[in-house]
């Protein structure tokens, strides 16, 4: 069983397309997390010129943002890999693996999988459309490359997705033995 073998109680047996997609995201979700001190930094440092020096930069106030939404978009695959998303344990954990298991599946298959794909299919015609007209942000001195940040919500989603797939890998493993054995 990997880092991402399921939630407590629910140990899902790893498959070769899990094992390589969580290692794959664990790597990049340990990566990016350094962006939350560089994200700590720049605040800081904002504050500090703002009222220390009373000289306020807007982008300052824009890399924050930005910042913090890579930090989110690209965490959202390394939380649902390690499992430490929120679920509804008060319930969950009453109920038997298999049962679990079952929950899993289809609130995978109905609920996160169809969302995921209405956020990629949103997401591509807001990120051409920035791309091809070179938006850049609307405030004095903000930022140019709008689409640049836009992407990342695609990037997240997509790595989301993946993870969605392993996990899914590793239920239908643990419901159908296929492919490999239940555990």
């Not at 904002?46 to 890579?70: D, T």
């Not at 298999?98 to 289809?106: G, H």
């Not at 591509?124 to 938006?135: A, K, R």
């Amino acid at each position: 069983m990997s880092l991402a073998s399921g939630a407590p109680g629910l140990q899902l047996p790893d498959t070769a397309y899990s094992n390589f997609v969580d290692r794959l995201i664990i790597r990049l979700g340990n990566a990016v997390s350094w962006i939350w001190l560089l994200l700590l930094a720049v605040i800081v440092l904002n504050v500090v010129m703002r009222y220390v020096f009373a000289e306020g930069r807007i982008e300052f106030e824009e890399v924050q943002w930005h910042l913090y939404s890579i930090g989110f978009l690209l965490g959202l695959s390394y939380g649902f890999v390690t499992d430490s998303h929120i679920r509804v344990d008060v319930i969950r954990e009453r109920l038997s693996p298999t049962m679990q298991a079952w929950i899993e599946l289809y609130g995978s298959l109905l609920l996160l999988l169809p969302f995921i794909i209405l956020v990629l299919i949103a997401a591509v015609p807001f990120i051409t459309y920035s791309f091809s007209t070179g938006e850049i942000s609307e405030a004095p001195g903000g930022l140019p490359f709008r689409w640049f940040i836009k992407s990342f919500l695609a990037i997240g989603f997509l790595l989301l997705l993946l993870s969605v797939t392993a996990r899914l890998s590793r239920v239908f493993c643990f419901l159908f033995s296929w492919p490999g054995e239940k555990k």
